[in-house]
């Protein structure tokens, strides 16, 4: 379901094209039942003690300290679960192409945590209204996933919550290009899930996940958020999941997190 249609390819030009990276091998995981991916479930999820890691290739970028962490600046974002009769899906926004920060790319609704915000979760509440309209009484929270640390220096916390019934889009088209909904299931079958590296003019490279739909591409921080949910729903199921869950071979790490709950209303 989209709320907006795509602009053309050619308004949406970036500094490279993520789509076409070279493709690296990665370790298959295991895929998730059918019952982890219904609403019942990940609210129960939350609700109890789940030992689980983050994704082990970006485990670093999960660990706080340091000058990156200092200087960074403070943001959140909704991951915004919506119950359809196919079942569950996520809904996305395409951020504008002039905007300076991912321009065109595509993102959960979010941004800077303001003085005036009580923490993440009021940020992603308003930051929400404000891009698409969806008013805070049409967003039920389900909890919060670990702070991730991006290459553009932002500590982003996501919050997870559904939409309730009744809620309408109303996109800010200075900001928002686009809003669209993906099934939770394509997002969480980890054979869709490609890893690609990324090489730049200086010969530094750095990887980042992406996860192909119809039209769009969804990569980098929003891809590896995505690869966390499915991580923690993972751990919440019992699944033996590999400990260097990235590329193959033995030079990725991993990292302890967790996650707070919202008590049921």
């Known amino acids: 379901m989209s709320y907006r249609m795509p602009e053309p390819d050619s308004r949406r030009t970036a500094s490279f094209d993520p789509q076409v990276q070279p493709v690296l091998p990665s370790v298959p995981l295991p895929a998730l039942s059918p019952e982890c991916l219904r609403l019942d479930y990940i609210r129960e999820a939350f609700q109890r003690p789940v030992d689980w890691q983050v994704e082990p290739l970006f485990a670093q970028a999960f660990a706080p300290g340091g000058p990156s962490y200092a200087q960074a600046r403070q943001a959140a974002v909704l991951m915004p679960l919506v119950q359809r009769e196919a079942g569950l899906h996520v809904l996305f926004t395409r951020r ?32 929400t209204r404000e891009e698409i309209g969806v008013e805070r009484r049409f967003v039920h929270l389900i909890g919060t996933q670990p702070t991730l640390l991006t290459t553009t220096g932002f500590l982003m916390t996501p919050v997870v919550g559904e939409l309730l019934p009744g809620f309408h889009i109303q996109a800010d088209e200075a900001e928002v290009a ?26 530094h490279g750095r990887c980042y996940f992406a996860i192909p739909w119809e039209s769009h591409f969804i990569w980098g921080a929003t891809a590896i958020l995505i690869r966390n949910f499915y991580h923690f729903l993972a751990a919440a199921q019992g699944l033996a999941v590999p400990a260097a869950a990235g590329v ?18």
Do not use: C, K, T
């Open 96 to 127: 504008a192409a002039h905007l300076h920060h991912h321009a065109g790319q595509i993102s959960f609704p979010g941004g800077r945590i303001e003085s005036s915000d009580n923490g993440p979760v009021a940020a992603a509440l308003r930051e």
């Open 178 to 203: 686009e809003v669209f909904e993906v099934p939770l299931a394509v997002l969480l079958d980890p054979g869709r899930h490609v890893l690609h590296r990324m090489e730049s003019s200086l010969g």
């Open 248 to 265: 193959l071979d033995d030079r990725s790490a991993s990292g302890p997190a967790g996650q707070a709950a919202f008590p049921r209303p």
